[in-house]
């Protein structure tokens, strides 16, 4: 029972430098998110997909990229790595929009210097 | 603004005793509240999720309440174990939007002590 899976676990990055953080599921769920969360305060959704072809911005979308090829794959993309991106990063995933719990990964700890 | 404030901060319990966290909401219109468990470098777990018709729902040693009159929810934790040490997060959807408007609390650090 794999769920959520995420990629890498831990990164340091330098300013300016890309890089990919991968999201995995295998639950056939259409509904992907990738949030990040910074030290006390509420995860803030970056992007979010409705299924395989369709994203679209949530809240904090600035420095990120998203593409959604497959139902099982949800890639987040830092193009020019910036201090501020420094935090905490999770994908997650829900079957339906209403009243579907979500669920999780065990996150990208990221840090950018 | 819609807003999701949790209280305390933290806390901390012997183990074998109970314990209420509280969770504050000014989100209007509301649709569903839901509370998760955060384990240290881990992601949330869903513990339960309740819709504006719902006073109470529990899970195990988890019970939450909800009272959407006052815009107020409490996660109670029975009999404590030390396993239940983890930050718990409050999260409301707005009744406008769904998957995509979710509003995360800060959340409460527990912290079970034998």
């Known amino acids: 029972n794999a769920g959520v899976t995420q990629t890498p676990k831990f990164r340091i990055l330098k300013i300016g430098q890309s890089m990919t953080l991968q999201c995995t599921q295998d639950?056939?769920?259409?509904?992907m998110y990738w949030y990040r969360q910074d030290p006390g305060m509420g995860l803030k959704l970056i992007y979010y997909?409705?299924?395989?072809?369709?994203?679209d911005k949530g809240e904090v979308p600035n420095g990120y990229n998203v593409s959604r090829s497959t139902t099982e794959d949800f890639p987040l993309r830092l193009e020019l790595a910036a201090p501020s991106q420094t935090s905490v990063y999770f994908c997650?995933?829900?079957?339906?929009?209403?009243?579907?719990?979500?669920?999780f990964g065990s996150g990208t700890q990221l840090s950018v210097l | 603004k819609n807003q999701v404030e949790q209280s305390p901060q933290s806390l901390i319990i012997l183990e074998g005793k109970n314990c209420t966290l509280q969770?504050?909401?000014?989100?209007?219109?509301?649709?569903?509240l839901r509370w998760y468990k955060q384990d240290t470098g881990r992601g949330p777990v869903s513990l339960t999720i309740?819709?504006?018709?719902?006073n109470t729902k529990s899970n195990g040693r988890y019970t939450a309440t909800l009272d959407a009159d006052t815009k107020q929810s409490s996660l109670h934790i029975t009999a404590s174990q030390l396993s239940d040490s983890a930050s718990y997060i409050c999260?409301?959807?707005?009744?406008?939007?769904?998957?995509?408007?979710?509003?995360f609390g800060a959340g409460t650090r527990l912290a079970v002590h034998p």
């Open positions: 997909s409705v299924g395989a072809g369709i994203t």
């Open positions: 999260v409301v959807s707005p009744g406008s939007g769904g998957y995509n408007k979710l509003i």
């Open positions: 969770c504050n909401y000014t989100v209007s219109p509301f649709s569903n």
């Open positions: 639950m056939n769920h259409n509904y």
């Open positions: 997650a995933s829900s079957a339906l929009a209403t009243n579907e719990k979500l669920f």
């Open positions: 309740m819709t504006f018709s719902e």
